[in-house]
């Protein structure tokens, strides 16, 4: 809410607004599609099985902890988040450009792409999956 004061010499008017702050498009964009959590989703791949048929080349929101961030010469950067086991690359908006300059290691950002699912099982029997992104977009 914005509260505008205008003085007259005869007295005070006051004015109210409410006025929205400057939002991100694409946040609005994407709030309608499903959100996972980088660190939960290999458990969510494996406690669902139907999650390839819901979301193979869906897109999608992940957020997670930035474990390793390249940046590529043609404007891209490739961040992987932990535990994911392939980076996401994607393109990057001017004014996110102090993940370049500020990375800590103990940042965490948000990707929207197309989700490819992988499951396999090791030699040992074990059971993994993974979820990557194709064509990501970084949105913050």
Same mark, same amino acid.
């Given at each position: 809410m %914005?509260?505008?004061?205008?003085?007259?010499?005869?007295?005070?008017?006051?004015?109210?607004?409410?006025?929205?702050?400057? $939002?991100?498009?694409?946040?609005?964009?994407? #709030?309608?599609l499903?959100?996972?959590? #980088?660190?939960?989703?290999?458990?969510q791949?494996?406690?669902?099985?139907?999650?390839?048929?819901? *979301?193979?080349?869906?897109?999608?929101?992940?957020?997670?902890?930035?474990?390793?961030?390249? *940046?590529?010469?043609?404007?891209?950067? #490739?961040?992987?988040? =932990?535990?994911?086991?392939?980076?996401?690359?994607?393109?990057?908006?001017?004014?996110?450009?102090y *993940? $370049? %300059?500020? *990375?800590?290691?103990?940042?965490?950002?948000?990707?929207?792409?197309?989700?490819?699912v992988?499951? =396999?099982?090791?030699? @040992?029997?074990?059971? /993994? #999956?993974? /979820?990557? /992104? @194709?064509?990501?977009?970084?949105? $913050?």
């Amino acid at each position: 809410m %914005k509260t505008i004061f205008i003085f007259f010499l005869s007295g005070l008017i006051l004015i109210s607004c409410e006025s929205e702050p400057d $939002r991100d498009p694409i946040l609005d964009k994407v #709030a309608n599609l499903p959100h996972f959590n #980088a660190e939960s989703i290999p458990q969510q791949i494996l406690d669902d099985p139907l999650f390839e048929k819901k *979301y193979q080349n869906q897109l999608v929101v992940v957020k997670g902890k930035i474990h390793r961030i390249d *940046y590529k010469k043609d404007g891209t950067l #490739a961040v992987q988040f =932990y535990p994911m086991a392939t980076p996401i690359h994607c393109d990057m908006k001017n004014e996110q450009k102090y *993940y $370049r %300059k500020d *990375y800590n290691g103990e940042m965490t950002a948000t990707v929207v792409g197309k989700a490819e699912v992988f499951r =396999y099982t090791t030699e @040992r029997g074990e059971k /993994l #999956a993974f /979820l990557t /992104l @194709r064509q990501g977009v970084f949105v $913050r």
